[in-house]
């Protein structure tokens, strides 16, 4: 679980984050969604111990990030994994490469412990033949597949996605939100996912929070956003066509 308590972020003159406070559980999936400028990204990245908030604070599980020493700050940041927007995958190393670097980086494992729990993490994405390929040898989204498979092998207690489903197509995009999902409950990790996709809100949207303007402006799930009359949320949500058909659907099934 991770409890944010009040943070406020600024960038010289600017205002980013202005107070926030909210709870991810673990074993959910969590969503942040708001337009661009809203603060998700800054956000994420205080989260991520990238930026350090000048009030409030970030609870990881009963750590208070901003009163641990360095060597446990990093500790922690070792129980996070990252699935980043591009997938970030390193061209000149196999899928198998690049799903063992971290190992390699921050563990004394021997190598056949790597090679054994990257075969586990490959097989749990469904790429059981794909460890010799390079990353422009696949799919967009097996590179997700990937790097999802990168973000779990240390296993994580936190995972933090930053719009997970950018550049895929929407089946292939439903097949990672279902992926991201299954993943949380099996490894019960603390799963926050920064996304514009409102197609990941109704499909795995167990909590929700929407940022405007560096606020917390609403917090629910895919079932309570329906209902909302938050109009801020509202008119993100439903700017097409097609939710605001789902929307009255869900009214008149209500009705």
């Not at 944010?4 to 980013?16: L, P």
């Not at 097949?175 to 990941?200: A, C, F, G, K, P």
Request: aromatic residues 8%; proline residues 2%; negative net charge.
């Amino acid at each position: 679980m991770i409890e944010v308590n009040n943070i406020h972020k600024s960038f010289g003159e600017a205002h980013i984050l202005k107070g926030i406070s909210t709870v991810f559980d673990t074993g959910k999936t969590n969503l942040i969604i708001g337009q661009s400028g809203s603060g998700k990204t800054v956000f994420l990245k205080c989260l991520l111990g990238l930026f350090s908030p000048e009030e409030g604070s970030i609870v990881y599980d009963g750590q208070k990030y901003s009163e641990l020493s360095g060597d446990e700050q990093r500790d922690l940041r070792q129980d996070m994994g990252m699935v980043f927007q591009g997938s970030a995958l390193f061209d000149g190393m196999t899928v198998a490469g690049n799903v063992m670097f971290p190992l390699e980086m921050f563990t004394k494992l021997a190598k056949s412990e790597m090679e054994d729990r990257v075969d586990i993490v490959l097989k749990r994405v469904n790429l059981v033949d794909a460890h010799m390929k390079y990353p422009s040898e696949i799919s967009g989204g097996m590179q997700k597949r990937v790097a999802i498979a990168r973000a779990i092998v240390m296993n994580p207690q936190y995972l933090f996605c930053d719009e997970p489903n950018s550049g895929l197509d929407p089946k292939t995009a439903i097949l990672i939100d279902n992926l991201i999902q299954e993943i949380t409950e099996e490894y019960n990790i603390t799963t926050v996912i920064n996304t514009h996709d409102m197609n990941s809100v109704m499909e795995i949207g167990e909590k929700i929070i929407f940022l405007k303007d560096g606020l917390k402006e609403w917090e629910g799930t895919k079932h309570e956003i329906f209902k909302t009359d938050n109009q801020a949320v509202t008119n993100f949500v439903y700017s097409s066509e097609l939710f605001k058909k789902v929307r009255q659907m869900y009214i008149e099934e209500r009705n």
